[in-house]
């Protein structure tokens, strides 16, 4: 198991940037496939980033070119850096893991271990 702690959040004007953490602590040893996903109010929750246990990356299209996801080992700890970030990115988000099989983990569902999240405003 892991815990997940998110922080880094903010409020900034269209444009600006922000860089999310995601501190990952307990059973670290393991290959984990890793994602941020962002949520608002009354919407599903949608995934934002991803980067596999071997640092292969994938971005969902509405943020491709302007995040950037990635991780160091240790501590081991996961980015979010957002750049030129616009107001349709405001939302709670969160990091989640799950233990890497060499699939593709593209939806909540897939991931066993949540932060409780951090807050993106863009005004």
């Known amino acids: 198991h892991v815990q997940l702690v998110e922080s880094g959040g903010g409020s900034v004007q269209a444009g600006g940037s922000l860089r999310l953490s995601c501190a990952v602590s307990g059973d670290t040893d393991r290959r984990y496939y890793m994602a941020w996903f962002r949520q608002n109010p009354g919407k599903e929750r949608e995934g934002v980033a991803y980067i596999a246990s071997n640092g292969v990356t994938e971005y969902a299209s509405s943020v491709k070119g302007r995040f950037t996801v990635s991780k160091v080992s240790a501590p081991m700890t996961l980015y979010l850096e957002m750049n030129n970030l616009k107001p349709e990115d405001s939302a709670m988000y969160y990091c989640?893991?799950?233990?890497?099989?060499?699939?593709?983990?593209?939806?909540?569902?897939?991931?066993?271990?949540w932060g409780r999240g951090t807050q993106v405003t863009v005004s």
């Open positions: 989640a893991a799950r233990i890497d099989n060499d699939g593709y983990y593209y939806t909540e569902f897939h991931y066993h271990y």
